[in-house]
């Protein structure tokens, strides 16, 4: 079997699709993407094709190694995000040439569900408290929130009381036992945020993400030190040298790799396994669409300290189009009592509706993020 083509699809409402062909008509999917940034990683994507393309397909490994180290220069958001989708096509064409779902190639399944939460509120949380309580009439056993606004380096108490207020709220409104995890998104910095994880203690939190920025993660040590919740952290990483110093310095209690932008199945298998050995837990990061999420939840299946899977059905980014639309087995992300099974299809598990894909990449999409100002003028978080 050789690789013949690689196709790119950018789809509403932020995504990127890719197709890999072989000449067997055995075809692969991956979902390649940095959100904002699309259009440049499918440059990238096409970029490192010209090493693909009469390549076999099944040779996962030492074309993850060749793609990587192969350029000299490596690493980041987008060559890793890059390397993330065609790795998954990869291993979506291994599985379905040989019958079998990837996490079966992996090792087999060591679980036959996983939790999985959903988001509430937005960008700026609102109205969350009745958001919470739909979510958990629907049968889930936890939820996310963005905890607060933009926020400055030092800013007021008015801020932190506004932020326990919001949470609050959601706890009252949903009582002791489910869990919330709430989301500083490298808002917080420093200095706030060691005030903010202890105010937010009394709610008894899933855990708190990004108390601060990746790249100022030396502050954990005194965040940590300010309150027992569990810290997550990890969409912002890209590999497992990226991880490395996070989990030997031993103040983070969640990753959150992303399989669509930290190297695919492939790096995240090992960047979990990794993170075993300092009893840490695994929580992918997945705000995107089916492709990753079918390829979360097979590392997921393998992986002894995943505990909770993030998914985006209904998130207030999915304003044009939701996960389910672009594929025919929907019932493959049927979630009960808080719980999604784990696909049991050949390759990632989902069929893919390629001719709603090309009918929705014609209309494609120029998502960015958002640009906030502090009221000073100055850039803000988001």
Not at 115 to 138: H, L
Not at 321 to 338: H, M, P, Q, R
């Amino acid at each position: 079997m050789k690789i013949t083509k690689l196709t790119t699809y950018i789809v509403p409402p932020r995504w990127l699709f890719l197709k890999i062909e072989t000449d067997e008509g055995v075809v692969g999917w991956g979902e390649p993407v940095v959100e904002g940034r699309a259009l440049t990683v499918e440059a990238a994507v096409h970029e490192l094709s010209d090493y693909l393309v009469g390549k076999d397909p099944f040779l996962i490994e030492d074309h993850w190694n060749v793609l990587y180290r192969g350029g000299f220069y490596r690493g980041g958001a987008i060559h890793m995000s890059a390397l993330a989708g065609i790795d998954q096509a990869l291993w979506d064409i291994k599985g379905k040439a040989l019958g079998q779902p990837v996490h079966s190639l992996l090792g087999g399944q060591c679980r036959d569900r996983i939790k999985v939460y959903s988001w509430i509120g937005g960008d700026r949380p609102s109205d969350v408290a009745n958001n919470a309580r739909e979510v958990v009439a629907r049968g889930f056993k936890a939820v996310k929130l963005n905890g607060c606004e933009e926020m400055q380096i030092v800013d007021t108490n008015e801020k932190i009381d506004k932020a326990v207020e919001t949470i609050g709220l959601i706890r009252d409104a949903i009582g002791p036992h489910i869990g919330i995890g709430v989301d500083f998104h490298g808002r917080v910095h420093r200095p706030m945020a060691k005030v903010l994880a202890k105010e937010l203690e009394q709610f008894k939190l899933m855990f708190i993400e990004e108390p601060v920025l990746s790249e100022n993660r030396e502050a954990l040590r005194e965040i940590a030190n300010h309150c027992s919740t569990p810290i997550a952290l990890g969409e912002r990483l890209y590999s497992r040298w990226d991880f490395k110093s996070v989990l030997s310095d031993g103040f983070v209690d969640i990753i959150q790799p992303d399989l669509s932008h930290a190297g695919g199945i492939t790096e995240c298998r090992k960047i979990a396994a990794m993170a075993e050995a300092y009893d840490v837990a695994l929580a992918p990061h997945c705000p995107l669409g089916p492709i990753a999420l079918a390829a979360c939840l097979q590392v997921d299946a393998v992986s002894y300290n995943a505990f909770i899977q993030e998914q985006s059905l209904g998130i207030h980014y999915n304003e044009a189009n939701d996960i389910l639309d672009y594929i025919s087995n929907k019932e493959v992300f049927a979630y009960e009592d808080g719980f999604v099974s784990i696909p049991q299809g050949p390759g990632l598990g989902i069929e893919v509706d390629e001719a709603y894909v090309m009918e929705r990449a014609k209309e494609g999409h120029r998502w960015r993020n958002p640009v906030w100002r502090h009221s000073d003028g100055s850039v803000a978080e988001w």
